[in-house]
């Protein structure tokens, strides 16, 4: 049984940080392509930011130089690390794993507001 669970999500001020991670398991996780996407109110889900299974990263242009995906094979872990946050980062933020299908967490809410 394939599960993706993130976590670190929570109420922060413009300008903090968060951190964001995602715990999988029953999958290989070193072979799979893992995103970051999220969800705000109202509107489509959306890239955030990715990692392939060589290490080589992508952002969307908005979190560019704010946020920080990287991995650990070793515990099977994708985290994102995101700093000078904005209230239009508030969304529900979504882990992926892609290989031969594509599964999904259930995401974990962040809202920055002061």
């Known amino acids: 049984q394939v599960q993706l669970v993130e976590s670190g999500g929570g109420l922060v001020q413009p300008g903090g940080s968060l951190r964001l991670s995602c715990v999988t398991s029953g999958i290989i996780f070193s072979i799979h392509n893992m995103d970051w996407y999220r969800q705000a109110p109202g509107k489509e889900r959306e890239f955030v930011a990715g990692?392939?299974?060589?290490?080589?990263?992508n952002y969307a242009d908005s979190v560019k130089g704010r946020f920080t995906i990287s991995r650990d094979n070793a515990k099977s872990t994708v985290n994102l690390q995101m700093t000078t946050l904005k209230p239009e980062d508030t969304a529900v933020y979504y882990c992926n794993a892609r290989w031969r299908a594509s599964h999904w967490g259930k995401g974990t809410l962040v809202t920055v507001s002061s």
């Open positions: 990692i392939t299974s060589g290490g080589s990263t």
